[in-house]
């Protein structure tokens, strides 16, 4: 008898197909943590919040010298916990609370995390999100079927030197699709 690992898409991205209207996700590029039978969690990676690093810290009443670093954007990772910041990040480090999704990715929710950025020590390449997408068991199963996302392995590339408004075609085109060019319902063979 043989057992076979399920499939999971953790550190792929969810590109969001053209007839996917949902507001959070419409033109999303969704980053996956974690996906197993029990569901799915990830973060969007390509929606600007109304907050700057800096922002953030302030409010945690973390000092930061660097303007860079206290102009870093910060994302809206989902619809769901808005108010709790997860930091994802290819640099695996001794966080106090950090998840090891494979072995280019991590994502971090302490506080240490944050300090270490302020300070210019954190991971140099990281990105900070608040709130995350989350699919129950068989969610996101039937989601994939139903063609509403394509998937395709994640890169630093477009997490982190692609412009975000450019990060949703950049992803697609990882798949060697012009997302632009394909239509706006789903077919089935």
């Known amino acids: 008898?043989?057992?076979?690992?399920?499939?999971?898409l953790a550190g792929h991205f969810l590109i969001a197909m053209p007839a996917l209207a949902d507001p959070p996700f419409s033109?999303?590029?969704t980053f996956l943590c974690q996906h197993d039978?029990?569901?799915?969690?990830?973060?969007l990676v390509n929606?600007?919040?109304e907050y700057r690093l800096g922002?953030?810290?302030?409010?945690?009443?973390?000092?930061?010298?660097?303007?860079?670093?206290?102009d870093r954007p910060v994302l809206i990772g989902g619809p769901v916990q808005q108010e709790r910041g997860f930091v994802l990040h290819s640099e695996h480090g001794h966080w106090e609370s950090?998840?090891?999704?494979?072995?280019s990715w991590s994502v971090t929710t302490s506080r240490d995390i944050l300090v270490a950025i302020a300070a210019g020590e954190g991971p140099r390449q990281a990105l900070l999100a608040l709130g995350y997408a989350?699919?129950?068991a068989g969610q996101l199963e039937q989601e994939l079927k139903d063609n509403a996302w394509l998937t395709v392995e994640a890169n630093d590339r477009v997490m982190f030197s692609t412009p975000l408004e450019e990060r949703w075609a950049a992803a697609a085109g990882?798949?060697?699709i012009d997302p632009l060019q394909l239509p706006g319902y789903a077919g089935h063979a």
């Open 134 to 136: 989350g699919w129950s």
């Open 174 to 176: 990882l798949v060697g």
């Open 27 to 29: 033109r999303g590029v």
């Open 1 to 8: 008898m043989s057992s076979t690992k399920p499939q999971t």
């Open 98 to 103: 950090s998840y090891r999704i494979n072995d």
């Open 37 to 43: 039978e029990d569901g799915a969690v990830g973060l």
């Open 47 to 49: 929606r600007l919040s």
């Open 55 to 70: 922002d953030v810290l302030a409010q945690m009443k973390l000092e930061c010298r660097d303007p860079e670093v206290a």
